[in-house]
């Protein structure tokens, strides 16, 4: 099928595999459930398109303008989406496992529920971004901007989060088993409740202690992912160990069962490595620590 007659027409179910459809003019076309895997879409313009269910596996869309795009359901594996516009696009449920979207501008789109296994998000924006419930297991977002995006239960496992922007973010119940995420820079979402009894954890000595942050303890959060109380109950540590030293004051021994306090502990919020029980509020951050 010609580009003349894909501008002319609405195309359902199109067989257009591999046709060269680079810098084409789709702005706004239907293209629900077309098949165009593999096709060389580099820098077309498909703003406002209708690409449900569509097929674009192996597709070059490198540069390609999708802002807007209902890619809903799509079939993106391997597809090249580096550079690619694609802020406020609906890519609910699409899978894009494997795809290259260094690079690509993702602000504001909607990623619920889709397949970014093993994807490249290096340097992508995804800020304000729905990913709840999304799989980006072994994806890389090594600089990435997630900036208040919604992550909340999507699968984090094995990620590359280095370097990723993620304040404001909420990671509820997200899923960052041996994830990498060395110098994170994140917001008071990712970090402690501001009210009630909860789970922490810390690294003494090298061995990772299990807290139980009280309720009645006061605790604060600054602009990253490490958190301060002045009070914690000692749940467990790494090894089954009782007790273990502080790593900054000898005279501080965490023991199990025990409640620790810290009496000078600093009000202020911003000064992150003042005086109080520094914690993290997943294993795999304090191990990352």
């Known amino acids: 099928m010609k580009l003349n007659e894909i501008k002319k027409q609405i195309l359902l179910n199109a067989g ?9 003019d789709l702005r706004g076309a239907n ?3 077309a098949d165009l895997s593999g096709a060389n879409l580099s820098g077309a313009n498909l703003s406002s ?11 070059n869309l490198s540069g390609a303008d ?8 799509a079939y993106l594996r391997s597809a090249n989406l580096s550079g690619a516009n694609l802020s406020s696009a609906y890519l609910s449920g699409a899978d894009l496992s494997g795809a290259d979207l260094s690079g690509a501008d993702l602000s504001g789109a909607d990623l619920s529920s889709a397949y970014l296994r093993s994807a490249d998000l290096s340097g992508a924006n995804l800020s304000g971004a729905d990913l ?15 900036s208040g995006a919604n992550l909340r239960s999507a699968n984090l496992s094995g990620a590359n989060l ?26 008071i979402t990712l970090n402690c409740p501001e009210e009630g ?30 958190c301060r109380a002045n009070k914690a109950k000692v749940l467990e540590i790494e090894g089954g160990l009782s007790e273990i030293r502080s790593d900054y004051d000898s005279n501080f021994i965490y023991k199990v069962g025990e409640i620790v306090e ?21 294993k795999e951050m304090a191990k990352q620590y």
């Open 31 to 33: 293209l629900r459930s």
């Open 132 to 146: 709840s419930g999304a799989d980006l297991s072994g994806a890389n977002l090594s600089g990435a901007n997630l």
């Open 16 to 24: 257009i595999t591999e046709e060269d459809l680079r810098s084409a």
């Open 66 to 73: 999708l802002s807007g795009a209902d890619l809903s359901s």
């Open 49 to 59: 398109a209708d690409l449900r269910s569509a097929d674009l596996s192996g597709a």
């Open 262 to 282: 810290v009496h000078d502990f600093d009000e202020n919020r911003w000064n992150e490595c003042s005086s109080g029980i520094h914690f993290f509020m997943s």
């Open 162 to 187: 280095s370097s990723a922007d993620l304040r404001s973010a909420d990671l509820s119940r997200a899923n960052l088993s041996g994830a990498k995420i060395s110098s994170l820079t994140c917001g």
């Open 197 to 226: 009894a909860f789970i922490a954890f810390k690294k003494c000595k090298g061995k990772i202690v299990k807290l139980l942050i009280t309720e009645d303890a006061s605790r604060l959060s600054a602009t990253t992912y490490k």
